[in-house]
């Protein structure tokens, strides 16, 4: 008997042995076919799954093996049965773990540099983290499960803790929802020019974080935003569609000025600076009549929302000289003052 239950289990360590031998020049046999694919997430696939596959197998024919063996008495018997399922356990949660590795470098190394969105660039690391923590704690529970653990008291226990975690990190999930869904939404992207309403600050977009978004100002200081701020206020983007930007001035003429010959002044000056963009529009609006002069509002096209500030000065030097040559005046605001007496 003990002869036909050692020659039992022998044939069953053999045909392990071979299995285990076959599965894996198997897998390298399709690691060659799959080398002449266009993608590569194959190749990581097979890679993430040979030695696991080949150890489970091992340790299955092994488990089959023991229970060959009559004279193991029942307990002894329990604890191996339950050394094989931590070793069957930990064996599949690495599989799980070396798919997710795959998966997630096959991703950012052939896809996600050919999106227009930079969102799964910056998460790539986050979900990675976020799936190796649900697939542990599935993987826990099914551990737990298996013991006959109760773990309704230890459920509760991580939902009160969790509850205390999110309130205590309430500001951080309130930026990090925002910074995701800013990358979603796209109102920008690194590089644009915009505008924050809110909080009075506009710059150039140097890099759109989980947190917070920095900014370069125009006088070359880093703003750190909190994206939470950012998605609740008013955001310009002056960089979309493109650059180009109109920009504005409001002149002021005497009473009794020609608005006609005014208006054709200003605009032949403007029209003569090398930073305007010719074939737009440009306008002398005649809008108000001011409390000492008729107000004007000058405007026109620039190539760049960049230079707004510099051309600014120079359309109102333009505007000056050239009013200043046609003879038309510029008054200052005065206060007649009228005595009782």
Same mark, same amino acid.
């Given at each position: 008997?003990?002869?036909?239950?050692?020659?039992?289990?022998?044939?069953?360590? /053999?045909?392990?042995?071979?299995?285990?031998?076959?599965?894996?020049?198997?897998?390298?046999?399709?690691?060659?076919?799959?080398?002449?694919?266009?993608?590569?997430?194959? +190749? @990581?696939?097979?890679?993430?799954?040979?030695?696991?596959?080949?150890?489970?197998?091992?340790?299955? $024919?092994?488990?089959?093996?023991? +229970?060959?063996?009559?004279?193991?008495?029942?307990?002894?018997?329990?604890?191996?049965?339950?050394?094989?399922?931590?070793?069957?356990?930990?064996?599949?949660? /690495?599989?799980?773990?070396?798919?997710?590795?795959?998966?997630? $470098?096959?991703?950012?190394?052939?896809?996600?540099?050919?999106?227009?969105?930079?969102? +799964? +660039?910056?998460?790539?690391?986050?979900? @990675?983290?976020?799936?190796?923590?649900?697939?542990?704690?599935?993987?826990?529970?099914?551990?737990?499960?298996?013991?006959?653990?109760?773990?309704?008291?230890?459920?509760?226990?991580? $939902?009160?803790?969790? /509850?205390?975690?999110?309130?205590?990190?309430?500001?951080?999930?309130?930026?990090?929802?925002?910074? !995701?869904?800013?990358?979603?939404?796209?109102?920008?992207?690194?590089?644009?020019?915009?505008?924050?309403?809110?909080?009075?600050?506009?710059?150039?977009?140097?890099?759109?974080?989980?947190?917070?978004?920095?900014?370069?100002?125009?006088?070359? @200081?880093?703003?750190?935003v909190p994206n939470s701020v950012i998605a609740k206020g008013l955001i310009v983007n002056y960089s979309l569609p493109d650059l180009r930007?109109?920009?504005?001035?409001?002149?002021?003429?005497?009473?009794?000025?020609?608005i006609e010959a005014a208006r054709v002044v200003m605009v032949d000056a403007i029209r003569q600076q090398s930073w305007v963009l010719a074939?737009?529009?440009? #306008?002398?609006?005649?809008? #108000?009549?001011?409390?000492?002069?008729?107000?004007? @509002?000058?405007?026109?096209?620039?190539?760049?929302?960049?230079?707004?500030?510099?051309?600014?000065?120079?359309?109102?030097?333009?505007?000056? #000289?050239?009013?200043?040559?046609?003879?038309?005046?510029?008054? !200052?605001?005065?206060?007649?003052?009228?005595?009782?007496?």
């Amino acid at each position: 008997m003990t002869e036909a239950v050692n020659l039992q289990i022998g044939i069953i360590l /053999l045909i392990t042995v071979v299995l285990s031998v076959l599965v894996h020049f198997l897998l390298l046999g399709s690691a060659r076919l799959t080398g002449r694919t266009k993608t590569d997430l194959d +190749d @990581r696939v097979i890679d993430a799954l040979d030695r696991p596959i080949v150890f489970l197998i091992l340790v299955i $024919g092994i488990e089959i093996a023991f +229970d060959q063996f009559s004279s193991i008495t029942f307990r002894w018997l329990q604890y191996v049965e339950d050394g094989f399922f931590i070793v069957r356990w930990l064996i599949l949660l /690495l599989i799980v773990y070396r798919l997710i590795n795959a998966l997630v $470098g096959w991703y950012g190394a052939e896809v996600a540099h050919r999106t227009e969105t930079e969102l +799964d +660039d910056k998460f790539l690391t986050l979900f @990675r983290h976020i799936a190796v923590i649900i697939v542990t704690t599935i993987a826990i529970v099914m551990l737990l499960n298996h013991f006959e653990v109760d773990i309704s008291a230890m459920v509760t226990t991580l $939902g009160i803790t969790s /509850l205390a975690v999110a309130l205590a990190a309430q500001d951080s999930l309130s930026n990090m929802m925002a910074g !995701f869904f800013l990358m979603l939404d796209q109102p920008f992207r690194e590089g644009h020019r915009i505008g924050i309403e809110e909080i009075n600050t506009w710059g150039d977009v140097q890099e759109i974080g989980l947190r917070t978004t920095r900014i370069l100002m125009s006088d070359h @200081r880093l703003v750190s935003v909190p994206n939470s701020v950012i998605a609740k206020g008013l955001i310009v983007n002056y960089s979309l569609p493109d650059l180009r930007f109109r920009i504005s001035t409001t002149v002021g003429i005497a009473y009794g000025s020609d608005i006609e010959a005014a208006r054709v002044v200003m605009v032949d000056a403007i029209r003569q600076q090398s930073w305007v963009l010719a074939d737009r529009r440009i #306008e002398a609006l005649f809008l #108000e009549f001011g409390d000492s002069a008729l107000n004007f @509002r000058v405007r026109c096209w620039i190539n760049s929302v960049i230079d707004t500030q510099p051309i600014q000065d120079k359309m109102n030097t333009a505007l000056y #000289e050239a009013l200043n040559e046609a003879g038309i005046d510029i008054p !200052f605001p005065q206060v007649v003052v009228h005595s009782a007496d």
